[in-house]
């Protein structure tokens, strides 16, 4: 942030250099512009000026002066979100980039938990424990090269191990909270004075859960304490086809409910997989739907005999074994997995959570409007696949991808179908954002918003945190 200097501008720049020093506050906007989009297409306004603090102690008096100043103060973690999450709704805000507070606290073997600063990114965090020995439960999202631990239990991603471990949030035990009016909490058994921190549930009502998913808009996540895990050395992969998607997704459902699969993926139609895995069904006309599945066991017979199961579920279902390709593929790719699909156009996400017996319902909605747009003829792809999240619901991550800015228009309009398919079909959306905000508020009873906004009354008196989220864009 030293070769762009700031404009100085901002009516908060000379409190704020006084907190975190010169080299890491500025509102130049050659430095601002990079602040301004996330992974996906949407927009909002400018931050006013981006600082990137260091310790808890700068948080801390950033919030303050933000709280006393009543200035917007928006946390962002990697700005690898696609919902446009972090994006400010108002002019002139504090951003905050946590990209400096990255380090691992403490691996506390005893009780088997990491504590991390919020961001720290998910690819260095699990490299880091690899060497230790340890695993998390839940990897990181798709994009954790990009994604940091506070980002993503701030939008309840889910990715890599959601299959046996659940989303993110199902990882956490404990957080550190920097609040509006500037004291730090520490939840889960981090409510006693020294404790250490190795349960959520304790003595208390689970006020881990209030921060979780919070879109920025409760407080600043400066520390979170994760599930680990011992490493498993036994790896066992197994690609399965099938005829009908009805048939793959019963399977895809008797494996998830047991809980056999670290990772289970599944490619909703033909076209999916030829977007994802070129060539690879070229040989089997009549497979439709697949799924690839990955077990992970510190024991080499329990690895191998959970594939075999699944294996038999599958065959039991009507499936064809596919050998191994795309499961190691999907697996070793870790993080670098999704990228070369921007080859294919930019794309259009309606990532969200669904009961696996609800796939099949929303794939006929979206093919037909695939067909309805003529998408192929177009050149805009798809790809239509769930990740298994937890026992018996997955995300269904449905993609289509806009070749150049001319079909961006036509991808945009059958998107905007998609979204509405999405949820009147059953679906909830695991984050909002700019991308389900309107749709999710449209959808919400009155209670539950109203429960909402008396917590953020309560706690954010002067809304300074992410005003306007949960609240409508206008
Ligand atoms: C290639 C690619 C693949 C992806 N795959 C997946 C996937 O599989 N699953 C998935 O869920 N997502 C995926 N994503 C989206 C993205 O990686 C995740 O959503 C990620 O979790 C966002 O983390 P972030 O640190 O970038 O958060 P940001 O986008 O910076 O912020 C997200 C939200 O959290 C808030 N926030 C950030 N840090 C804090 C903090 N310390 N305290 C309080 N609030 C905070 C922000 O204000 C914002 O509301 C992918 C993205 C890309 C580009």
């Given at each position: 942030?030293?070769?762009?200097?700031?404009?100085?501008?901002h009516p908060l720049y000379e409190e704020l250099a006084a907190i975190a020093?010169?080299?890491?506050v500025?509102?130049?906007?050659?430095?601002?512009?990079?602040?301004?989009?996330?992974?996906?297409?949407?927009?909002?306004?400018?931050?006013?000026?981006?600082v990137?603090?260091?310790?808890?102690?700068?948080?801390?008096a950033i919030?303050?002066l933000c709280?006393r100043t009543?200035t917007?103060?928006?946390?962002?973690?990697?700005?690898?979100?696609?919902?446009?999450?972090?994006?400010?709704?108002?002019?002139?805000?504090v951003?905050?980039?946590?990209?400096?507070?990255?380090?691992?606290?403490?691996?506390?073997?005893?009780?088997?938990?990491?504590?991390?600063?919020?961001?720290?990114?998910?690819?260095?965090?699990?490299?880091?424990?690899?060497?230790?020995?340890?695993?998390?439960?839940?990897?990181?999202?798709?994009?954790?090269?990009?994604?940091?631990?506070?980002?993503?239990?701030?939008?309840?991603?889910?990715?890599?191990?959601?299959?046996?471990?659940?989303?993110?949030?199902?990882?956490?035990?404990?957080?550190?909270?920097?609040?509006?009016?500037?004291?730090?909490?520490?939840?889960?058994?981090?409510?006693?004075?020294?404790?250490?921190?190795?349960?959520?549930?304790?003595?208390?009502?689970?006020?881990?859960?209030?921060?979780?998913?919070?879109?920025?808009?409760?407080?600043?996540?400066?520390?979170?304490?994760?599930?680990?895990?011992?490493?498993?050395?036994?790896?066992?992969?197994?690609?399965?086809?099938?005829?009908?998607?009805?048939?793959?997704?019963?399977?895809?459902?008797?494996?998830?409910?047991?809980?056999?699969?670290?990772?289970?993926?599944?490619?909703?139609?033909?076209?999916?997989?030829?977007?994802?895995?070129?060539?690879?069904?070229?040989?089997?006309?009549?497979?439709?739907?697949?799924?690839?599945?990955?077990?992970?066991?510190?024991?080499?017979?329990?690895?191998?005999?959970?594939?075999?199961?699944?294996?038999?579920?599958?065959?039991?279902?009507?499936?064809?074994?596919?050998?191994?390709?795309?499961?190691?593929?999907?697996?070793?790719?870790?993080?670098?997995?999704?990228?070369?699909?921007?080859?294919?156009?930019?794309?259009?996400?309606?990532?969200?959570?669904?009961?696996?017996?609800?796939?099949?319902?929303?794939?006929?909605?979206?093919?037909?409007?695939?067909?309805?747009?003529?998408?192929?003829?177009?050149?805009?792809?798809?790809?239509?696949?769930?990740?298994?999240?937890?026992?018996?619901?997955?995300?269904?991550?449905?993609?289509?991808?806009?070749?150049?800015?001319?079909?961006?228009?036509?991808?945009?309009?059958?998107?905007?179908?998609?979204?509405?398919?999405?949820?009147?079909?059953?679906?909830?959306?695991?984050?909002?954002?700019?991308?389900?905000?309107?749709?999710?508020?449209?959808?919400?009873?009155?209670?539950?918003?109203?429960?909402?906004?008396?917590?953020?009354?309560?706690?954010?008196?002067?809304?300074?945190?992410?005003?306007?989220?949960?609240?409508?864009?206008?």
């Amino acid at each position: 942030m030293t070769i762009v200097k700031a404009s100085k501008k901002h009516p908060l720049y000379e409190e704020l250099a006084a907190i975190a020093g010169e080299d890491r506050v500025n509102d130049n906007q050659v430095i601002i512009s990079s602040y301004t989009q996330d992974a996906c297409h949407l927009t909002a306004e400018r931050p006013g000026i981006i600082v990137l603090p260091d310790t808890v102690e700068e948080v801390q008096a950033i919030v303050k002066l933000c709280n006393r100043t009543k200035t917007p103060l928006i946390p962002a973690g990697g700005r690898n979100g696609i919902c446009g999450a972090y994006l400010p709704r108002v002019k002139g805000s504090v951003m905050l980039d946590m990209a400096n507070m990255d380090k691992i606290v403490i691996i506390d073997e005893d009780v088997m938990t990491v504590t991390v600063e919020a961001g720290l990114r998910w690819a260095e965090l699990i490299h880091r424990l690899d060497e230790k020995g340890y695993k998390l439960g839940f990897r990181g999202p798709y994009g954790g090269n990009a994604g940091t631990v506070g980002g993503s239990t701030s939008i309840n991603s889910i990715g890599y191990g959601a299959s046996k471990y659940g989303p993110s949030t199902e990882g956490v035990v404990s957080l550190e909270v920097i609040l509006a009016n500037g004291n730090i909490i520490k939840t889960g058994t981090g409510w006693k004075e020294g404790a250490r921190l190795f349960a959520r549930y304790s003595s208390f009502h689970d006020l881990t859960g209030v921060f979780l998913g919070d879109h920025g808009t409760l407080g600043v996540k400066t520390k979170v304490t994760l599930k680990i895990y011992p490493k498993a050395e036994f790896i066992t992969y197994g690609d399965f086809g099938f005829r009908t998607l009805e048939d793959a997704c019963a399977a895809f459902l008797e494996v998830q409910k047991r809980g056999l699969a670290e990772e289970l993926n599944l490619l909703c139609d033909r076209q999916s997989t030829d977007t994802f895995f070129p060539g690879f069904l070229d040989r089997h006309h009549e497979i439709n739907a697949m799924f690839a599945a990955i077990a992970q066991e510190t024991d080499d017979q329990l690895a191998n005999r959970k594939m075999e199961i699944i294996r038999e579920i599958a065959l039991e279902h009507g499936g064809k074994d596919l050998g191994n390709f795309a499961s190691q593929m999907h697996w070793s790719e870790m993080f670098n997995l999704v990228q070369p699909l921007y080859n294919n156009g930019f794309w259009l996400n309606t990532c969200h959570l669904r009961p696996i017996t609800l796939v099949p319902e929303l794939m006929k909605r979206d093919l037909e409007i695939f067909k309805k747009h003529k998408l192929l003829k177009n050149g805009i792809k798809w790809i239509a696949s769930c990740l298994g999240a937890d026992r018996a619901f997955a995300t269904g991550w449905v993609t289509i991808f806009a070749p150049d800015k001319n079909k961006m228009e036509l991808a945009l309009k059958a998107w905007n179908e998609m979204l509405d398919a999405t949820i009147d079909s059953g679906g909830c959306p695991y984050w909002s954002g700019l991308l389900w905000e309107n749709r999710v508020l449209k959808t919400v009873s009155k209670p539950f918003l109203d429960t909402y906004k008396e917590i953020k009354n309560a706690l954010d008196p002067n809304n300074i945190f992410s005003p306007h989220v949960f609240e409508g864009v206008n």
